[in-house]
């Protein structure tokens, strides 16, 4: 086969009834590490329409303020090509329950009619988890029917 036998393409990812709404949807955007989640939320699925939950954007934050500030010297000189470090910040995220106060933060004065819309940056490794939060959201006033999952992988040849 030759290079020019390779096609590219991209699409936008619609996902029905939200094209355009900024309030009441859930999503649950999954696939593996590194499959290029970020990247589609951010160029095919309208991303700055939703209130981003990526537990690894908060790993990148936590692991720059303590370089900037010194704030955090248990995760202080990991580096991440090293599994066993970035198990050892896996641990320290979930020891503070940053998951869980992100979420609380998010969901903090929120009003029935202006629930914002949320997607979850997750690979699904634990399904209970983001099934718990999507409970909650359910009890404080989202609709299921709009809570959407989207498997998002991505093949290079």
Request: glycine share 8%.
């Amino acid at each position: 086969m030759k290079f020019q036998d390779f096609l590219l393409t991209e699409k936008q990812i619609i996902i029905q009834g939200t094209k355009g709404k900024k309030y009441g949807n859930i999503v649950l955007l999954a696939g593996g590490s590194a499959s290029g989640k970020g990247f589609a939320t951010k160029n095919f699925l309208e991303g700055d329409l939703y209130k981003i939950r990526d537990i690894d954007a908060v790993k990148d934050a936590m692991l720059k303020l303590d370089k900037l500030k010194g704030m955090y010297p248990e995760i202080r000189g990991l580096d991440l090509r090293n599994p066993k470090h970035v198990f050892q910040l896996h641990v320290f995220v979930a020891d503070k329950r940053i998951k869980e106060r992100t979420l609380d933060l998010l969901l903090q004065n929120i009003k029935a009619g202006t629930l914002p819309n949320i997607l979850f940056d997750i690979t699904f490794a634990k399904p209970k988890e983001p099934l718990d939060a999507i409970r909650r959201l359910i009890q404080i006033g989202y609709d299921p029917k709009d809570v959407n999952f989207v498997w998002y992988y991505r093949t290079i040849i």
